[in-house]
Nanobody, 123 residues
Framework: QVQLIESGGGLVQPGDSLRLSCAAS????????MAWFRQPPGKEREFAAA????????YYADSVKGRFTIARDNAKNTVYLQMNSLKPEDTAVYFC????????????????WGQGTQVTVAS
């Protein structure tokens, strides 16, 4: 069992940066693929970024590639999402997810989910 707690959301202006954190607890948390999904208002949840346990393999949705960076610190059981050049269309609830396989993650499915943190980009 893995528990995930997100933090770092908030209200920012277009062009600003924000860093989300996801703290994972559980004996094998550091061995999981970790990911960020987001759900814009009135839309379905969508994949944003993922990272394998080693940190060497990362995956991004086209909509965030080049602006967002996912990283993890296994010693702290924490995964981060650095979001730069934020746009109004990045407004969403951001969810942290974990799975022991990257394929379900890339297909939109996580085994464990956090509660989500709101990110609002508006002027």
């Amino acid at each position: 069992q893995v528990q995930l707690i997100e933090s770092g959301g908030g209200l920012v202006q277009p062009g600003d940066s924000l860093r989300l954190s996801c703290a994972a607890s559980g004996r094998t948390a550091s061995s999981y693929v970790m990911a960020w999904f987001r759900q814009p208002p009135g839309k379905e949840r969508e994949f944003a970024a993922a990272i394998k346990w080693s940190g060497r393999n990362t995956y991004y949705a086209d909509s965030v590639k080049g602006r967002f960076t996912i990283a993890r610190d296994n010693a702290k059981n924490t995964v981060y999402l650095q979001m730069n050049s934020l746009k109004p269309e990045d407004t969403a609830v951001y969810f942290c997810a974990a799975h022991d396989d990257v394929r379900p993650i890339l297909g939109g499915t996580g085994r464990y989910w956090g509660q989500g943190t709101q990110v609002t980009v508006a002027s």
